[in-house]
């Protein structure tokens, strides 16, 4: 009697918490919405125009500023269950498909296959490779070289599921991927505005450099329409690698880690496929053939910024830096490594493939 | 076949619902533009 009547309490409170944290993300999208509003027209100190300001830069600081009163105030708990950055993200996604010609689709994604083959193989390699150099445990390196060469948080817990990784290593390199792709996701764009790079080039960059997918769609936000796009086509392919991976994780950890006879199945790589994927080829499609009218009253793409605002809100929500102190400075420090590694060898796979091998005109 | 719902599929349902309602003009977009 007594443990059913646990369960139900914790139920209630559960759905309380996610009512009201979802009821918070949504008036922070609002704030957000509003603070980009207001210094759009204006010119800001050091030159800066108020419209290079997007609004994920303003969601994600306010859901920043939250986060540590939140923590602060010791209600972060409670609220947590509403704050759902991959849910709001993947429908965003979903409706940014019915912006974009199946053609362009099917154009960019011949150079992001190819660009996500080598980013994929060659980013967790050295991940793999300097992880151990620093001696991180394999789980911990398996579970960062994942993140950092596919696409940071979902891509972690794929492989952390495959590897039985400890449930802190998924929270540690989950928090790293969010304190390097929050930075980066600002960071990014000014760098490729400074090199004048073309919205293709720079989008497919952002997308093979920017560890969460979050991220990369602000990234490409704060660039503009056309690299948002290609950074959203560049990174979803590279997403679909996922399951791949993860088989191929599980399959070396069963194998040679644990020296077990049988093999995981290779239903793994349609089970870790992010099927969302597939929505955002379907309403590609609807758009392609005339089946959705060109977004009447702009109201699909309206809908579209306010799910990935709600991402970006959720971001910054769901920083937490309270691992770092119980694994110490190696895996930190093989982290950034990497990155910088990733970084410079997107930025040169997606110059050659974008801007010379395959072109993408929108 | 046995589909699970999950994030993604979720995800894809909000979605194709919130399509719906701009394709029907429910949604009307004045106060949300970004």
Request: charged share 10%; glycine share 10%.
């Amino acid at each position: 009697m007594t443990t059913a009547k646990v369960p139900a309490k914790t139920q209630s409170s559960n759905v309380a918490g996610f009512i009201i944290g979802l009821a918070l993300v949504v008036v922070l999208a609002f704030v957000a919405r509003w603070l980009k509003i207001l210094v759009y027209g204006v010119s800001l100190p050091l030159g800066i125009p108020g419209k290079a300001l997007e609004y994920p830069l303003w969601a994600a600081l306010v859901g920043l500023i939250v986060n540590w009163i939140l923590k602060t105030t010791n209600v972060y708990d409670f609220v947590k269950p509403g704050f759902r950055t991959e849910l709001f993200l993947k429908i965003g996604l979903v409706l940014l498909g019915t912006g974009i010609s199946f053609k362009v689709i099917v154009t960019a994604a011949a150079g992001a296959i190819i660009q996500a083959l080598i980013m994929v193989t060659a980013v967790y390699f050295f991940s793999w490779w300097l992880g151990g150099k620093f001696g991180l445990p394999d789980t911990l390196r398996a579970v960062m070289s994942t993140a950092v060469s596919i696409c940071g948080v979902s891509a972690a817990i794929a492989a952390a599921g495959s590897v039985l990784a400890k449930k802190e290593e998924i929270t540690y390199i989950t928090a790293l991927v969010i304190i390097t792709a929050l930075p980066l996701m600002v960071i990014a764009p000014l760098l490729a505005g400074a090199m004048g790079l073309s919205e293709p080039v720079a989008g497919a960059w952002f997308g093979g450099n920017v560890d969460t997918t979050a991220a990369v769609v602000g990234a490409g936000t704060i660039y503009g329409k056309t690299a948002q796009q290609i950074a959203s086509i560049v990174k979803q392919t590279q997403n679909a690698l996922i399951g791949v991976v993860a088989f191929l994780l599980a399959l070396y950890f069963s194998v040679v880690v644990e020296g077990k006879k049988e093999r995981p199945s290779a239903g793994v790589i349609w089970q870790r496929f992010p099927k969302f994927v597939l929505g955002f080829i379907a309403t590609s499609l609807l758009f392609t053939f005339g089946l959705i009218a060109k977004d009447p009253g702009a109201a699909i793409a309206a809908l579209k910024d306010w799910a990935f605002c709600l991402a970006f809100v959720c971001m910054g929500l769901e920083l937490s830096a309270g691992q770092f102190k119980k694994m110490g400075w190696n895996p930190i420090i093989v982290y950034l490594i990497v990155t910088i590694f990733n970084t410079l060898l997107a930025l040169i796979v997606s110059y050659l493939i974008f801007g010379w091998l395959f072109p993408a005109k929108l | 076949m046995n589909v699970k719902i999950n994030e993604d599929w979720l995800a894809v349902i909000i979605a194709f619902g919130l399509l719906v309602l701009a394709v029907a003009g429910v949604i009307t977009p004045k106060w949300m533009i970004f």
